[in-house]
């Protein structure tokens, strides 16, 4: 949790307001991700949303490769999602 205040800390220091919620690691996925829809920010985009439609449809691994990649940089550019570190 300390790691936590210390990023909404820094994050104030930026004008943004960081709201922390606290959930047990072993229910996450029960809890949490299962509970409520996995698009947590309220993001949207509607090339996003075209390109993931479309990339289900194709059959040719590198044009896929490439529209998933511009997904994941929409997602990276646009989203709200903060994502500073991973724990294992």
């Not at 960081?18 to 985009?45: A, E």
């Not at 289900?56 to 997602?75: F, I, N, P, S, T």
Request: proline letters at 3%; aromatic letters at 10%.
């Amino acid at each position: 949790m300390d790691a936590c205040l210390m990023q909404q800390a820094n994050a104030a220091k930026r004008g943004l307001d960081l709201k922390i919620k606290r959930v047990p690691t072993d229910g996450l996925w029960s809890t949490g991700w299962q509970q409520k829809p996995l698009n947590v920010t309220g993001w949207k985009n509607d090339r996003f949303d075209q390109l993931l439609v479309e990339a289900h449809g194709v059959k040719d691994m590198g044009v896929r490769e490439e529209m998933y990649g511009e997904m994941e940089q929409l997602a990276a550019d646009g989203s709200g999602v903060f994502i500073p570190y991973f724990s294992n």
